[in-house]
């Protein structure tokens, strides 16, 4: 079954972005893959970034800024493949970031899409690697620059060293 894995930081006080930090969230990142959970993460913009958009009478209402005002915003998500949600509690209670910050779970629906074939899903109990060339997504790398964040950057210089 998926899950996804939503994790989230406090723009106030950034997550540790040091070479130890990055290299904790990728050995949990490559761990996941190895054991076939791993379907696809990515790493979300600051709070700031975010344009939220309403339809009302047929007409789109565009907002800057996120859905819901909170000192806390989504910084990234990940969509493992568990067998249950033993599993999905026990890989949530390594992601590196649940020591720091929330990691929210939930069950994605297994609704019928006429056929339709969607990077990243599910391929006959296998499961594909993300878009990037094969290579693991940003995982748990907010890219924004919100907070002193330069994670993104970081994570790319990392992983092009590590291959």
């Given at each position: 079954m998926l899950y996804m894995f939503m994790l989230y930081w406090n723009e106030e006080k950034p997550l540790e972005t040091s070479e130890p930090s990055i290299s904790e969230r990728l050995d949990f990142a490559?761990?996941?893959?190895?054991?076939?959970?791993?379907?696809?993460?990515?790493?979300?913009?600051?709070?700031?970034?975010?344009?939220?958009?309403?339809?009302?009478?047929?007409?789109?209402?565009?907002?800057?800024?996120?859905f819901l005002g909170t000192k806390e915003a989504m910084a990234g998500f990940c969509i493992l493949e568990c067998?249950?949600?033993?599993?999905?509690?026990?890989?949530?209670?390594?992601?590196?970031?649940?020591?720091?910050?929330?990691?929210?779970?939930r069950p994605?629906?297994?609704?019928?899409?006429?056929?339709?074939?969607h990077d990243g899903a599910r391929d006959g109990g296998r499961t594909r690697r993300t878009r990037r060339s094969g290579r693991l997504a940003s995982i748990f790398a907010p890219s924004s620059a919100v907070g002193g964040y330069q994670a993104a950057a970081e994570y790319k210089r990392h992983s092009m060293a590590k291959g």
């Open positions: 490559k761990a996941a893959q190895a054991r076939g959970g791993h379907v696809l993460s990515e790493s979300l913009g600051g709070a700031s970034n975010a344009t939220t958009v309403r339809v009302r009478d047929g007409k789109s209402l565009v907002t800057d800024g996120p067998k249950d949600l033993d599993e999905a509690l026990e890989y949530a209670a390594r992601i590196p970031d649940a020591k720091y910050q929330g990691v929210e779970i994605v629906m297994d609704v019928p899409h006429a056929g339709l074939d």
